[in-house]
């Protein structure tokens, strides 16, 4: 079964934390998304990579930073985490007809 | 930018009644997708529907691309508490396999 896996189901961070948040994919997909999730404003694009060391921003990309040294590895970075930064963050592979593998999204708190 | 806006934003019904959810657009997709989503958890892919007028049917779920590939439709038959969850459509237009995300259908069946 192909998967789409967050190191992370749950975090904690302090303001001003460095966050690092893990995804790996096992379906050899060329792209790979973070979205972040909150009530009333849905799903929001981070950043999307389509190869390997490429990466493009999305709708919201202040305050974060993406790595994808790996094809199978897609990692958001916090660079200074702040409250407003609190959310579910979900990260996913597309296939050819744009259907996504999401993984089950990390929860992260900043406080 | 597009937008796809679903209605209704919520719905709570009783098991065994019927249901349509809607998403509509004023931009064309090549392709759109609905997926199901339930508290704490990331979205999973339902179906991706690709021609305009195309039907799909998943058990009780029916899927309907508009024949312009606008809008699209699910419609869900005798429903049951387990299909209680957030229902979202996605559109594909864009490169690298970019979507752009409904504002979800909250759903809740009681049993």
């Known amino acids: 079964d192909v998967k789409v896996t967050q190191s992370s189901r749950y975090l904690v961070k302090r303001t001003g934390e460095k966050v690092f948040l893990e995804c790996v994919q096992d379906?050899?997909?060329?792209?790979m998304f973070w979205y972040r999730q909150d009530p009333g404003l849905g799903l929001r694009l981070i950043y999307f990579?389509?190869?390997?060391?490429?990466?493009e921003k999305g709708d919201i990309p202040e305050g974060y930073s993406v790595s994808r040294e790996k094809k199978e590895r897609f990692s958001l970075i916090l660079e200074s985490a702040s409250t407003n930064q609190t959310s579910m963050y979900l990260c996913a592979g597309a296939d050819s007809n744009y259907g996504y593998t999401f993984g089950s999204g990390t929860r992260l708190t900043v406080v | 930018t597009q937008l796809l806006e679903q209605s209704p934003q919520f719905l709570s019904i009783q098991e065994g009644e019927n249901l349509t959810v809607y998403c509509n657009s004023s931009s064309v997709f090549s392709s759109l997708q609905w997926y199901r989503q339930e508290p704490g958890e990331g979205p999973v892919l339902l179906v991706t529907?690709?021609?305009?007028?195309e039907v799909k049917k998943l058990k009780r779920l029916t899927f309907q691309f508009g024949d312009a590939r606008k809008d699209s439709s699910l419609h869900i038959t005798a429903a049951q508490p387990g299909d209680t969850g957030l229902y979202l459509c996605a559109g594909g237009a864009g490169g690298y396999q970019k979507v752009t995300f409904g504002t979800g259908t909250k759903l809740q069946v009681i049993p």
């Open positions: 379906m050899d997909h060329e792209n």
């Open positions: 990579s389509y190869d390997v060391k490429m990466k």
């Open positions: 529907v690709v021609t305009g007028g």
